[in-house]
C-alpha cells in the first residue's frame, strides 16, 4: 500500500512539474548592453538595432480631429511592416517601408504604391507619416543626420529631439530587450500630435 502511495505521489509530482514546463513563459530575449548600462553604449546599440517589433497604441489628433488606433509595427533589416486597426477606416490600414519604397493596403483591401500610397496615409491620418525616420524614432533616439537634442546633462540619455520639423518627446522608459526602451512618447509638429503607448517590445 505504501509502495503504491509512493509511486502515486511520485507520478502526481511528474505530471506536476511537466505541466509547469509547459505553461512557463521562455526567457526574454537579451540584445541590448542593459537597461542599467551608460546611456551612451545603449544608444551605440540602439542605432544598430535593425530588427525588433513593437504592439500597443495611439492617439492621433490633426486638422481638428483626433482617433486611436492599436499598432502593430515589425523592422526587419530595411524593411518595416505597420499596421493601425481603428476608427475613421483605418480598420485593416497596411502599409510596408523597404528604404524609400512605400505600399499600402487601405481597409478596402485596395493596395497602393508610391506616391498613391503616401497620399492614402496622409488622407486617412490627415498629415505626411514620417516614415523615413520612424524606425529609429520608435526607439527614442533621431535619425541619422541634423537634429536638436534634449539630453540629461549628466547620463546623456536622451529624453527628446526636434528632427524634420517634428519634436519628439520620450515620456517613458521601461526595461526591454536589455534596453530602457521608450515606454510612452509624443511626437509633434505644428497641425498634427501623435502619443504612443508600448505594450510590448520583442526581437
Given at each position: 500500500?505504501?509502495a503504491?502511495?509512493?509511486?502515486a ?5 511528474l505530471?506536476?512539474?511537466?505541466a509547469?514546463?509547459?505553461t ?6 537579451v ?8 546611456w551612451?553604449q ?14 500597443g ?6 486638422k ?21 486597426d ?37 488622407n486617412?491620418?490627415?498629415?505626411a ?37 517634428w ?19 509624443t511626437?509633434?509638429?505644428?497641425d498634427?500630435?501623435l502619443?504612443?503607448?508600448?505594450e510590448?517590445?520583442a526581437?
Amino acid at each position: 500500500m505504501r509502495a503504491r502511495l509512493r509511486v502515486a505521489c511520485g507520478a502526481a509530482a511528474l505530471l506536476a512539474l511537466l505541466a509547469g514546463c509547459r505553461t512557463a513563459p521562455p526567457p526574454a530575449p537579451v540584445v541590448g548592453p542593459g537597461a542599467d548600462a551608460p546611456w551612451p553604449q545603449q544608444r551605440a546599440a540602439l542605432e544598430k538595432l535593425d530588427i525588433y517589433s513593437l504592439n500597443g497604441r495611439v492617439a492621433v489628433a490633426a486638422k481638428g480631429q483626433g482617433f486611436s488606433a492599436s499598432l502593430r509595427y515589425r523592422q526587419q533589416g530595411q524593411r518595416a511592416d505597420l499596421s493601425l486597426d481603428g476608427p475613421m477606416g483605418l480598420g485593416g490600414m497596411r502599409m510596408q517601408v523597404a528604404d524609400r519604397e512605400v505600399s499600402v493596403t487601405n481597409s478596402r483591401g485596395e493596395k497602393l504604391d508610391g506616391d498613391a500610397a503616401r497620399s492614402e496615409i496622409e488622407n486617412r491620418l490627415g498629415f505626411a507619416l514620417p516614415l523615413a525616420e520612424l524606425r529609429w524614432w520608435l526607439l527614442g533616439i533621431p535619425a541619422p543626420g541634423e537634429a536638436d537634442l534634449i539630453q540629461d546633462a549628466a547620463t546623456g540619455e536622451v529624453s527628446g529631439f526636434v528632427q524634420s520639423g517634428w519634436k519628439v518627446v520620450v515620456n517613458a522608459r521601461a526595461p526591454a530587450m536589455g534596453f530602457a526602451m521608450p515606454q510612452r512618447l509624443t511626437a509633434e509638429r505644428e497641425d498634427a500630435r501623435l502619443k504612443l503607448l508600448v505594450e510590448q517590445w520583442a526581437p
